[in-house]
């Protein structure tokens, strides 16, 4: 995680060629599960393709999700999509943290 990503903004970038392929402009949901406990967050997600700098990310929900599992620089999310039906998106995500012990 970066720190645009965990603190003040509080604001994930989605990689541009994951956007073009999966998200619609404007804005839509994006549903985010725990893998292992299934836990789930709503959050928003909004794409931008115009102009000279296209760009996504998700924004509303995202904060809560960050500080719900207590996300902080260094550590890596792995997302897995697991639906984009129309304006709503479904990913799993596992979280590792690499300054903690994982054994």
Not at 22 to 46: E, P, Q
Request: charged fraction near 25%; aromatic fraction near 10%.
């Amino acid at each position: 995680m970066q720190p645009s990503y965990v603190s003040n903004g509080y604001r994930l970038a989605i990689p541009l060629d994951f956007s073009r392929k999966y998200l619609r402009n404007g804005s839509g949901n994006a549903i985010l599960s725990m893998v292992g406990d299934g836990k789930t967050w709503l959050t928003k997600y909004h794409r931008e393709a115009k102009g000279t700098n296209p760009r996504a990310k998700l924004i509303d929900g995202w904060k809560t999700f960050a500080k719900d599992n207590n996300l902080e620089i260094g550590d890596v999310c792995v997302f897995e999509m697991i639906n984009s039906e129309g304006y709503q998106l479904s990913l799993n995500v596992a979280i590792y943290k690499p300054h903690e012990d994982q054994t």
